[in-house]
């Protein structure tokens, strides 16, 4: 007996040792890897520094007519071999756009001076510029503090000697090299590039008139919860950026008049625009009609969605609510509506933010599915990659136009992650309408319609995990094959180098220190069962940005990267239509987050 | 910077009062074909800067091309109203379900013209928050002509229309029930502009 315990207690010994020398070796590693990490950031942090320098060099190089003071932000020995002379050849027009593409042409060394001219020959075909932007898009190859090789997202805004507005988007290839002589600092010049792609787009920027709303009566601003204004003082939030995320807008015809209404989702007084149409004046005008058609006090809502829900020949209303009660309105046909919530079960309460109609079990009377965030009140997103943390979301079966029932259960939809769009469609032509939802701090959730009442998630196999802050989706058949595709609208930072695999490390070495280890532990492991051994560049794809999915037809998609619609900013709604009316979708892509001051961006 | 260490990036204390991705210009992608867009939102005038969300798209003043209402946050709408000069002609369909949802919400309708088969489906609730109009709207390219349409109703009906019974309703809203051959004008007051004027003129025609 004793012998055992003494056996026992030599193998505990071992076993602590072990357990300390790997510690040790742990936050030694980690140590290193914090310090690495942190050179990868001030490299990255001077390098923005660079491209803001480089990109005043420019404005002032325009200003002055002279191009020869940015040649300081190219090594002495720059030299781009076999690189070519950058020239813009017409494409074919967009509607009423023209369209170019910025090439590559000939085969000859260039040499700063030849830099230099070229630079000034662009300038000069330029009679105004009203911005410009030069960011990190990637950084490819990084040996920290002597070379960077990145690509550059360059940006012009500019206006020629027709007055025609264009706009120039290039993608460069730029070596950097650190020439600061003391060692201690940074001095990055350019010492070789080369054109990736780049287009010129321009117009006269009247293909779409910017109405004055309230001229046409439309005199509306949007205003944000107060409940969530955590400046005030007895607002306490745990999620505290909430309140900037709202503003639903639907169009109806709730007059049936064939003219389309709108309806505006308001933090504090939501509004019903009645359409005029164009007859009375020749000009568009609308009346304000939400007193009138009894639909007054609506304040915390984010979403109103339109469908007839009894088959009575009139659009009734879903009023989507953050954290107050959702409410139902029946249209009575007369230009009013009457509250309804109550007696058709559709009163719940949850983070709700978007909504969408769709008779999922066929029987002629449509059914509602809600996305639900999670509640800004009592919880941030766990973990800001993959958060797992929010309300359920909810699918209510219209029982006859009568009542609505809940069927999240048995049907299997209801999805936790932080809801904040969803969609309905017949993704793979069965017959069935199809479910799919964008989560904040996830990823998407495709639920295939079985046809007996259950759905199955199918976003992994159907290859639309998506994953980033996902903000917005939509259907739409843009390459006409007769399968329903799918655009998401996801968050592109400016700064996406920023969520490269270095920082999602650091992340995870931040988080092992907190008491929040244990319990995502379980969260990791989901996250590496859906992407396997690529998960650590959740990062990288978080910042991605939209993307288009091309419908395989066989029930996959596969994302169209090179697709040149994923740059969309922080992503909002997304809609897909005929611009131009020649057979072709397009695509609409709202953005912005935060616009305070000018020039205090983050 | 503590923030973000901490994992709490989104905290308010982060944004402060700077702007965080703020000012971005919306983008409108033109589809070139092949599976390629191009971002024409500068020279199209549809570059906002506003802090954007909800969109509904819907032709507003009935003139058959599709406007855009966008909601900005903690700010005035943005009314873009499509003026585009080069554009084709059009035909939008409001679909009326007898045995389906009265909406016909989930039909797919399947249109030929110019040689070539769109696909659009009834919705209603997508992107952010947002609803566009219910009744479908097919560009027509130049084409004039309708050769057919097939609608796949919810009900699971397939109903069959000939070109020739949608023609009288390009660059209007046709009106289609679910199963009949009956299509009626949706919108009455549509195209009033320029339908007005050329009435005028079969008018001073006549007299």
């Known amino acids: 007996m004793k012998r055992k315990l003494k056996r026992l207690a030599q193998v505990l010994a071992a076993l602590s040792l072990i357990l300390a020398v790997a510690v040790a070796t742990a936050l030694y590693v980690m140590a290193r890897k914090d310090k690495q990490h942190a050179r990868f950031f001030s490299t990255g942090k001077s390098v923005n520094n660079f491209l803001s320098d480089y990109n005043h060099g420019l404005k002032d190089a325009f200003d002055k007519k002279d191009a020869s003071e940015l040649t300081r932000y190219y090594s002495d020995g720059y030299f781009s071999s076999g690189r070519g002379h950058w020239v813009m050849n017409r494409d074919k027009d967009e509607g009423d756009i023209a369209c170019y593409r910025v090439l590559a042409e000939g085969r000859d060394d260039y040499r700063k001076a030849d830099v230099r001219d070229e630079i000034s020959r662009y300038l000069q075909g330029l009679t105004a510029i009203d911005d410009i932007k030069f960011k990190i898009d990637m950084i490819e190859k990084v040996d920290l503090d002597r070379s960077v090789l990145l690509t550059v997202k360059f940006i012009l805004d500019g206006r020629d000697g027709q007055g025609a507005l264009f706009q120039d988007r290039c993608f460069y290839r730029w070596n950097l090299v650190n020439e600061d002589a003391s060692g201690a600092g940074y001095d990055w010049r350019i ?14 920027g009247h293909s779409f008139t910017d109405l004055d709303p309230a001229s046409a009566g439309i005199d509306y601003k949007h205003r944000r919860d107060p409940k969530l204004n955590v400046k005030s003082s007895d607002v306490h939030l745990k999620f505290g950026v909430i309140e900037h995320g709202f503003g639903g807008v639907s169009a109806t015809d709730y007059n049936n008049d064939g003219r389309p209404d709108i309806f505006f989702a308001d933090g504090v007084r939501s509004r019903l625009y009645r359409n005029n149409g164009t007859a009375e004046s020749g000009k568009l005008g609308f009346t304000d009609v939400t007193a009138e058609a009894g639909l007054e006090g609506l304040d915390q809502a984010n979403a109103g969605v339109f469908a007839d829900v009894d088959n009575d020949g009139y659009e009734d209303l879903f009023v989507v609510r953050y954290l107050a009660p959702c409410k139902f309105y029946h249209n009575n046909g007369d230009g009013t509506f009457t509250d309804r919530s109550a007696e058709m079960g559709l009163d719940l309460v949850a983070p709700c933010m978007s909504a969408c109609f769709l008779d999922y079990d066929r029987d002629g009377f449509v059914d509602i599915y809600i996305g639900v965030y999670g509640n800004a009140l009592t919880d941030v997103p766990r973990l800001p990659f993959f958060a797992q943390n929010g309300g359920a979301n909810r699918l209510l079966r219209n029982n006859g136009g009568r009542r609505f029932a809940d069927v999240t259960d048995v ?12 969609a309905a469609a017949d ?11 964008a989560n904040d701090f996830g990823r998407k959730n495709l639920y295939h319609n079985n046809g007996d009442g259950t759905f199955t998630e199918q976003a992994k196999r159907a290859g639309v995990l998506d994953f980033s802050g996902g903000m917005g989706l939509t259907f739409g058949d843009f390459d006409d094959d007769g399968y329903l595709d799918v655009y998401t609208s996801n968050i592109n930072s400016n700064q996406r180098w920023f969520g490269e695999d ?30 396997g051994p690529s998960w650590t560049e959740v990062g990288t794809m978080i910042g991605e940005g939209n993307s288009l999915f091309h419908n395989n037809g066989d029930g996959t998609f596969i994302e169209l990267k090179d697709s040149h619609t994923n740059r969309a900013g922080w992503g909002w709604s997304v809609a897909f239509f005929d611009m131009d009316n020649d057979t072709k979708l397009d695509i609409y892509a709202a953005n912005g987050w935060i616009s305070n001051a000018p020039g205090t961006d983050l | 910077m503590d923030q973000y260490k901490r994992g709490l990036f989104f905290s308010d204390e982060f944004v402060g009062e700077n702007s965080w991705n703020g000012y971005e210009r919306k983008c409108l992608f033109a589809n070139a074909g092949g599976g390629q867009f191009l971002d024409v939102a500068r020279p199209a005038g549809a570059d906002s800067i506003k802090d954007g969300r909800g969109v509904a798209i819907a032709d507003y003043n009935g003139d058959g091309k599709l406007d855009l209402v966008i909601n900005n946050n903690n700010s005035t709408p943005t009314v873009y109203l499509n003026n585009l000069r080069r554009a084709g002609k059009c035909i939008e369909m409001k679909l009326v379900g007898t045995r389906s949802n009265r909406d016909a919400i989930g039909a797919r309708v399947r249109l030929s013209a110019g040689g070539k088969t769109m696909t659009r489906q009834v919705e209603a609730g997508s992107g952010y928050a947002s609803e566009a109009m219910l009744p479908i709207h097919f560009g027509l390219g130049g084409s004039a002509k309708i050769d057919s349409a097939e609608i796949i109703w919810p009900s699971g ?24 051959q009956q299509i009626t004008e949706a919108r009455a007051a549509r195209m009033a502009g320029r339908v007005a004027a050329s009435m005028r003129q079969a008018h001073r025609g006549r007299t």
């Open chain 1, 191 to 204: 010492v070789s590039d080369e054109l990736v792609e780049g287009v010129r787009v321009a117009g006269d």
């Open chain 1, 427 to 437: 993704y793979d032509n069965d017959g069935f309408p199809d479910l799919m939802v």
């Open chain 2, 157 to 180: 009906l397939t109903q069959r229309i000939e070109g020739s019974r949608l023609d009288p309703f390009v660059d209007r809203m046709a009106r289609i029930e679910e199963g009949s």
């Open chain 1, 411 to 422: 049907s299997g939809t209801g999805d936790t992650g932080w809801s904040l769009a969803v």
């Open chain 1, 502 to 531: 270095m920082t999602v490390s650091q992340y995870m070495r931040n988080v092992m220190r907190t008491r929040y280890a244990l319990t995502d532990a379980g969260e990791y492991l989901k996250v590496y069962r859906l992407l």
